[in-house]
């Protein structure tokens, strides 16, 4: 099993570093033009001191449109914002001609500077006969959200290299066991929660809901963790919300160890966090799957798995409840009704705080 996932991160690594399939640029910069104040449209021959130019698209092209400005930049479609970019993004065109409905679109372009620098152009990804400014390319240019995701996937499998290497019991109890009824005596021995195995799962737990979460903001643009504009900001808000995640843990022990006391529940609390930390990186692990293999086949912003986390999320949550629910009463002596009593102030509770917390 280690070294099926060992191969399978190798595979992951190499190609998420090998993104390189654009043939073709038509630059649209070229057929660009301005409106004055009276409406009427004049072709625009340079770009060096405008602010606001525009095209005109009739027809649905193949390929993705890229959008590059080093300067905030508004993207208008008839009249309406449509989007903002400070560095690179990419549209489909079907994206833009099905936010107005509309055959025909003006798409424009506007920031408080000038547009010397901005690139606009279509990438053709199929051998079609392009009849402007012909240019291979070989290599997509890369934002800043770009190379978090690949940061974050380097450091999240060199943690897990770590955690298979020198943790490969643990591992494997999870994988052939995370979804039992029964205690087995490997949670007797194991279940602390402040073991270096579980700081060392926690961790990685912590660092990896995180990057779902982040990807998940910017894949649905809600800037719920605000505008980011540099590689290192979205390192280091990764790295908050992982200390956020991880003191969480901590909450959640504290709480369950009051609670646990009070109901005589003896040991509990580490059988619960134990459970509770299997039952999540065991689903968590297929989302992280999606999403690198959304970030090869796509480029950022164009995800095809962000709407259907927003269902996942509170499915796993209520699935760990209903799951260590049913594990709690066939291993424990105690009536029914104290162990649901017990349930609501640890678990059902705090997860409807959080989901209301989340989906107001």
């Not at 630059?27 to 660009?32: G, I, L, N, S, W």
């Not at 506007?110 to 901005?118: F, I, K, P, Q, R």
């Not at 505008?227 to 990764?238: A, C, D, P």
Request: aromatic share 16%; with cysteine.
């Amino acid at each position: 099993m280690r070294q099926l996932l060992t191969i399978f991160l190798f595979f992951v690594l190499t190609s998420v570093s090998a993104q390189q399939d654009t043939i073709v640029i038509a630059d649209y910069t070229k057929v660009m033009v301005g409106t004055d104040s009276d409406g009427a449209i004049y072709p625009i021959t340079s770009l060096e001191g405008t602010s606001q130019a525009g095209l005109f698209l009739n027809s649905l092209p193949n390929g993705e449109i890229r959008i590059c400005n080093p300067e905030k930049l508004f993207i208008w479609i008839d009249g309406q914002l449509f989007d903002h970019v400070e560095g690179c993004k990419f549209y489909k065109p079907s994206e833009l001609f099905d936010y107005v409905k509309s055959d025909t679109i003006y798409l424009s372009l506007s920031t408080e500077g000038t547009l010397a620098d901005l690139t606009c152009d279509l990438l053709i990804y199929e051998e079609l006969v392009v009849v402007k400014d012909e240019v291979p390319v070989s290599r997509e240019i890369r934002d800043s959200f770009s190379e978090f995701t690949i940061i974050c996937l380097v450091i999240l499998a060199f943690t897990l290299g770590v955690i298979l290497s020198r943790y490969n019991t643990r591992v494997s109890y999870i994988l052939e066991r995370a979804f039992t009824f029964k205690i087995s005596a490997y949670e007797f021995v194991n279940t602390s929660f402040f073991s270096t195995a579980s700081m060392y799962l926690v961790s990685f737990y912590a660092l990896s809901l995180s990057f779902v979460g982040l990807y998940m903001d910017e894949m649905l643009s809600t800037e719920f963790f605000g505008e980011l504009n540099s590689t290192l900001e979205y390192l280091w808000l990764w790295v908050r919300l992982s200390v956020l995640v991880f003191s969480l843990f901590i909450a959640k022990w504290t709480l369950i160890s009051v609670i646990a006391k009070l109901f005589h529940f003896r040991g509990l609390r580490n059988f619960q966090l134990f459970d509770f930390l299997n039952f999540n990186l065991v689903l968590l692990a297929p989302i992280i799957i999606f999403l690198v293999v959304d970030f090869i086949i796509n480029l950022p912003a164009q995800s095809w798995v962000s709407h259907g986390f927003l269902v996942l999320f509170p499915v796993m949550l209520i699935l760990f409840i209903v799951w260590f629910t049913f594990k709690f009463v066939n291993n424990s002596p105690h009536k029914k009704l104290i162990i649901i009593s017990y349930l609501c102030a640890t678990e059902i509770i705090p997860v409807i705080i959080i989901l209301g917390f989340f989906y107001k």
